[in-house]
């Protein structure tokens, strides 16, 4: 449903202030007792590889990911993808 983000701003909508999720992100880390560096974006890294690795069609990758262009998904990530990738 279009809106209805898993991370979302006040509006509801997937625009987030990266300051935002870096202090959220910090947070979360610290109250888990995690000292290694991991960054917001080696979890977006991390969900894209599982997903395509595990047959999520790139298109859907893709818009989850924000990606206009479908290409650009593949192009960063082809190399994780079983067989053919559907585009």
């Given amino acids: 449903m279009e809106g209805d ?7 509801r909508t997937n ?3 990266y300051s ?15 000292t290694r560096l991991i ?8 969900f894209a590889s599982a ?13 989850w990911l924000g990606h206009r262009d479908p290409r650009i998904t593949h192009q960063t990530y082809a190399h994780i993808m079983p067989g053919d990738c559907g585009l």
């Fill in 15 to 17: 625009i987030l202030m």
């Fill in 5 to 11: 983000y898993l991370f979302a701003n006040i509006g």
């Fill in 20 to 34: 935002l999720v870096d202090r959220l992100w910090r947070n979360a880390k610290k109250a888990a007792g995690i």
């Fill in 51 to 63: 997903g395509l690795s595990k047959g999520v069609p790139i298109t859907d990758m893709a818009e």
């Fill in 39 to 46: 960054t917001p974006h080696w979890l977006r890294h991390f």
